[in-house]
C-alpha cells in the first residue's frame, strides 16, 4: 500500500509539472489574454455610472421624555405595558413603501437628468438646468431616453419645441418644462428618461439603508446610495420630514377629535343660549318685571347651582355613552378616539390614552409584520386587556354619576314645590332665567375647555430630532475598481487555462504518456521523438549521436531484456493500428541499430497493401516476398543487403499481390521464417496495422516479440481500447508499445535533455512470464530518462 502511494503521488507530482510546462510554454497567450482582459477593463469602466453615499442621522426620543411622569406611573400600577417606541418599528417605517411614494411624488423622483461626460453617462438632480413635469404621460415612452437641449425660453425634446411654464404634448406625454435658475454647472444637451412611478419607489426602498450604532441605542443612521450624491440628499432630507409629520399627524389625531367635538357642543350651546336670552327680554317686556324679590333670588341662586351640577353630570354620562359606543364599534380599521371632556376621573383618562396608544403601535407595526404573528397578537391582547378595565371603570363611574343625578334631580323637586309659592310672573321669569344661567355656565365651561384643548394641540412636538443633515460624499463608492481588476486579472489567467484544458479534453489524438497508461496496461518499451529527416528516414549509424538515435539505442536494450528469448533466435514483429504510425520507421531504424550492435538482422516487408520500406532504401528490384511466396523466385534471389550496413539485409514486398492474406498463410512462410532463422541473429517484420487487415494476426504465430507502434498526436484514444484486449487476450506474443514521433513543441509529459557520456548505460524493464510478475533491472545513461515511469 506504501508503494502505491508513493507511486501515486509520483505521478501527481509529475502531472502537475506537466500541466506547468504545459502552461509555460503557451506564456504568450497568457500574457496576451490578460493584456486584453485588463484594457476591456479599464474600457469598461470608464463606461459605468459611479454611486455615491449620502447619509442623514436622526434621534428617535422615546415617548416616557415627551411628557409628564403621571401617566407612565399609573400605567404602572394598572400593570400594563409601556408606550415606548420600538426603534424596530421606526425602521421599518422609515423603509416603508408609502413613505417612499410621498417622497417621489414631492421631489419627482421618477424622471432621471443625465449627460455625457466623454464615454461616462452621470446623472444629475440639483444642477438639471430645467425641472420636467408630466402632466400626463405616454406608456410607451417609460425607460426610453429622450435627448434635450436647452435653449432661451424653451427646450427642445427630439426636435419637439417645449417652451417654458406651458403644457406641451413632447416625447414623453403632456409635460410643463420650467426654467432652474439656481445651478452650479449649466449643461445645454442632457437625457430625461422616465421611469415607472412604482419602480422608482421601489428603486429607492431597496437602496435606503438603516441601522443602529448598537442596540441599546435610539439614534438612527439613514444611508442612501445613488448616482447623483444631491439626489440621494434631497432623498434623506424630504424622507425625514414626511416621517417628522406623519408622526406629529399621529399624535394629534386625539387633540383634533376633542376640539371638534367642543366646537360643535359650543355651536349648539350657544344658539339654545341666544334663545333663552330672547325669551327673558320678551318676558320682561310683556309682563313689565324689573327685578324679583330677595327671597326669590335666593331660591334662584340654589336652583342655578344645583342645575349646573346636574348638567355637569348629564354631560359626564354622555360621555360614558360616547365610550361605551367607541369601545362596541371598535372594528378592524383604526378610528379616531372619543373625547373625555367633562371626565374628572384621572384612571378613565389614562386607560383611554393607553388605549389609542396601543392602536397606533399596532397600526405601524402591521405594516411591516404578518396580522397573525407574534408581536400582532401581543399588541392585541393588551387592547382587550385595556378595553375590559375601560369598561369596568366606565360602569363604576356611571352608577356613581347616575346615584348623583338622582340626588340632584330630587333636590331641583324640593326647590320648585317652594317656588311654586312665589307668584305666578316671577315664577315663571324664574324658570326663564334658570335656563339661561345654565346655558350660560355650560357656554363658559366649553370655552374653558376649548382653549385647553387647542393648547394641548399647540404644544405637541414630535418624538424626532435630527441630528445630522443629509450629506453627500464626494467620493464615489462603487464601481469598486480593485475589484473588477481582479476579475479581469482572474480572467486574464483562467482564460486561456480553460481553452488548453478544453483543447486538451475534446482532443481525441494521444497527447500524453499518462493518457495509454491510463487505458492500457500494456507496458511501454520505448519513446521516440519526432524525426526531423528530410531526404532519408535511416538515421541510424554508428556515430550518429542524436537524440533520436539513443532513443533507438535504448529501444535496442530494452528488447534485450524484455523478450525472454534474448539468447536465442528472435523475430520482431512489428505494427501499428492505422496506417501513418511510423511502423516502417521504427522497423528501418531499429534494424541498423541491431546491425550495428553486430547483430546479422534481415528486415521482411510484409505490408504488402501499402509497402514503404523499399523506398525507404531506395529498393528497386521487382522480386520480392509475393514473388517468393508465389513460387517466381528463389530466397537467394530476393534477400537484398544494405548499402553501408555490414549485417543488415532486406527483403522488399515485391510486385503487390492481389491475395495477400492468402499468400502469407500458406506453407512457404512457415518454411521462409525457419531458413532465415538459419542465417540472421534477428527478423524484423513489419507488417500492416491490426485495425485495418488481418495480416499481423496471421504473421503473429512467427513471431517472438511484438512492438505495436502509436503514434504521438495521430493515434485515436479509441484504439487504445483495442490495443488493451489485444494484450490482454495475448493475441500477439510478448507485446509491448512504442511511442512514436513525440513532438517535443507540443504538450508531452517530460523534457529530455541529452549530454554525451563515453561511459553512458541503459535504463531498461524486462518482463519475463505472465503480467504479475516483472523484475526491473536500472543502469544509468549520460542523458537519463525512464521510459518506464508508470503508476
Known amino acids: 500500500m506504501t508503494s502505491i502511494g508513493q507511486s501515486e503521488n509520483q505521478f501527481g507530482q509529475e502531472y502537475i509539472k506537466f500541466l506547468a510546462t504545459k502552461y509555460l510554454r503557451n506564456w504568450y497567450w497568457f500574457v496576451l489574454t490578460l493584456v486584453i482582459s485588463l484594457v476591456g477593463m479599464f474600457a469598461y469602466l470608464t463606461t459605468l455610472k459611479y454611486s455615491f453615499n449620502a447619509q442623514a442621522s436622526i434621534l428617535i426620543k422615546e415617548e416616557d421624555s415627551m411628557g409628564g411622569s403621571s401617566k407612565q406611573d399609573l400605567m404602572e400600577e394598572l400593570d400594563m405595558f409601556g408606550s415606548k417606541k420600538q426603534v424596530e418599528n421606526e425602521i421599518e417605517v422609515l423603509k416603508s413603501y408609502k413613505l417612499a411614494q410621498k417622497v417621489v411624488d414631492d421631489l419627482g423622483l421618477d424622471l432621471v437628468y443625465s449627460y455625457k461626460d466623454r464615454w461616462r453617462v452621470r446623472d444629475i438632480y440639483r444642477d438639471a438646468p430645467i425641472v420636467v413635469k408630466v402632466l400626463k404621460p405616454i406608456e410607451s415612452a417609460y425607460d426610453i431616453p429622450v435627448k434635450v437641449t436647452v435653449a432661451p425660453g424653451k427646450a427642445i425634446m427630439d426636435g419637439v ?14 409635460v410643463l418644462v420650467t426654467k432652474r435658475d439656481s445651478v452650479t454647472t449649466q449643461h445645454r444637451d442632457i437625457t430625461v428618461t422616465m421611469e415607472h412611478r412604482v419602480g422608482a419607489i421601489k428603486s429607492f426602498v431597496k437602496r ?24 440621494a440628499e434631497a432623498y434623506l432630507d424630504r424622507l425625514i420630514y414626511f416621517y417628522e409629520l406623519s408622526s406629529l399627524q399621529d399624535k394629534n389625531k386625539v387633540a383634533a377629535n376633542t376640539l371638534r367635538f367642543v366646537e360643535d357642543r359650543l355651536g349648539i350651546i350657544s344658539r339654545e343660549l341666544t334663545t333663552v336670552e330672547g325669551d327673558i327680554q320678551r318676558y320682561k317686556t310683556n309682563s313689565g318685571i324689573v327685578d324679583l324679590s330677595s327671597e326669590s333670588t335666593l331660591f334662584l341662586d340654589k336652583v342655578k347651582e344645583n342645575d349646573t351640577q346636574l348638567s355637569q353630570v348629564n354631560i359626564q354620562l354622555g360621555t360614558l355613552s360616547e365610550i361605551e359606543t367607541y369601545l362596541a364599534s371598535k372594528g378592524g380599521s383604526r378610528i379616531v378616539s372619543p373625547s373625555t371632556v367633562g371626565l374628572e376621573s384621572p384612571t378613565l383618562t389614562a386607560l383611554i390614552g393607553n388605549l389609542f396608544d396601543l392602536e397606533g403601535q399596532r397600526e405601524k407595526l402591521i405594516r411591516t409584520v404578518p396580522e397573525k404573528s407574534v408581536p400582532i397578537e401581543t399588541i392585541d391582547e393588551q387592547i382587550r386587556s385595556t378595553k375590559r378595565n375601560i369598561a369596568d371603570n366606565v360602569q363604576t363611574l356611571r352608577r356613581i354619576l347616575i346615584n348623583t343625578r338622582a340626588s340632584l334631580q330630587t333636590t331641583n323637586k324640593r326647590i320648585e314645590s317652594t317656588i311654586r309659592t312665589i307668584p305666578q310672573k316671577e315664577r315663571q321669569l324664574l324658570d326663564i332665567s334658570r335656563q339661561a344661567s345654565i346655558k350660560g355656565n355650560l357656554y363658559t365651561y366649553l370655552l374653558q375647555k ?17 441630528i445630522d443633515d443629509a450629506q453627500g460624499d464626494p467620493q464615489p463608492v462603487k464601481p469598486v ?25 475534446f482532443n481525441n489524438k494521444i497527447s500524453r504518456k499518462t493518457q495509454v497508461e491510463d487505458a492500457t496496461e500494456t507496458p511501454i518499451i520505448g519513446e521516440i521523438i519526432q524525426s526531423d529527416a528530410t531526404e532519408s528516414p535511416l538515421e541510424m549509424t554508428p556515430k550518429s549521436r542524436s537524440l533520436l538515435s539513443e532513443q533507438i539505442r535504448a529501444l535496442r536494450t530494452n528488447i534485450q531484456f524484455f523478450n525472454p528469448e534474448s539468447g536465442t533466435k528472435q523475430t520482431i514483429l512489428i505494427t501499428s493500428s492505422i496506417s501513418g504510425e511510423g511502423k516502417s520507421f521504427i522497423s528501418l531504424n531499429l534494424a541498423a541499430s541491431l546491425a550495428i ?12 497493401r501499402k509497402p514503404k520500406l523499399h523506398r525507404y532504401i531506395k529498393e528497386t528490384s521487382p522480386q520480392g516476398l509475393s514473388s517468393y511466396l508465389s513460387g517466381q ?25 492481389p491475395n495477400p492474406s492468402e499468400l502469407i498463410s ?40 511484438t512492438l505495436y507502434i502509436v503514434r504521438h498526436l495521430y493515434t485515436g484514444k479509441g484504439f487504445l481500447k483495442n490495443i488493451d484486449t489485444l494484450y490482454k487476450e495475448k493475441r ?31 535504463m531498461y524493464r524486462s518482463t519475463y512470464g505472465d503480467e504479475n510478475t516483472k523484475s526491473q533491472k536500472v543502469a544509468k545513461k549520460g542523458f537519463g530518462f525512464d521510459f518506464w515511469n508508470r503508476k
Open 161 to 174: 419645441v417645449c417652451p417654458f411654464g406651458k403644457a406641451t404634448q413632447s416625447p414623453l406625454g403632456l
Open 208 to 231: 435606503l439603508r438603516v441601522s443602529q450604532p448598537n442596540k441599546s441605542a435610539s439614534v438612527l443612521f439613514l444611508t442612501m446610495e445613488d448616482t447623483a450624491p444631491d439626489r
Open 450 to 466: 376649548r382653549e385647553e384643548t387647542a393648547m394641548s394641540f399647540a404644544s405637541t412636538v414630535s418624538d424626532l430630532r435630527v
Open 481 to 505: 475598481k480593485r475589484n473588477y481588476y481582479l476579475v479581469a486579472l482572474l480572467v486574464g489567467l483562467l482564460l486561456p487555462v480553460l481553452v488548453l484544458w478544453l483543447i486538451d479534453y
Open 597 to 608: 550492435a553486430d547483430k546479422k538482422v534481415v528486415m521482411l516487408e510484409l505490408d504488402m
Open 633 to 657: 523466385a528463389t530466397l537467394d534471389e530476393i534477400i537484398k543487403p544494405v548499402p553501408g550496413y555490414d549485417n543488415l539485409f532486406f527483403i522488399p514486398c515485391g510486385i503487390i499481390p
Open 666 to 705: 500458406g506453407d512457404k512462410m512457415r518454411y521462409l521464417f525457419e531458413n532465415l532463422h538459419e542465417h540472421f541473429d534477428v527478423v524484423i517484420a513489419d507488417t500492416p496495422p491490426v485495425g485495418l487487415v488481418t495480416d499481423a494476426n496471421i504473421l503473429a504465430k512467427y513471431a517472438s516479440m
Open 732 to 762: 500477439f506474443p510478448n507485446m509491448c508499445l512504442v511511442i512514436n514521433g513525440i513532438d517535443m513543441e507540443k504538450d508531452y509529459e517530460y523534457n529530455y535533455g541529452y549530454g554525451y557520456d563515453a561511459g553512458y548505460g541503459y
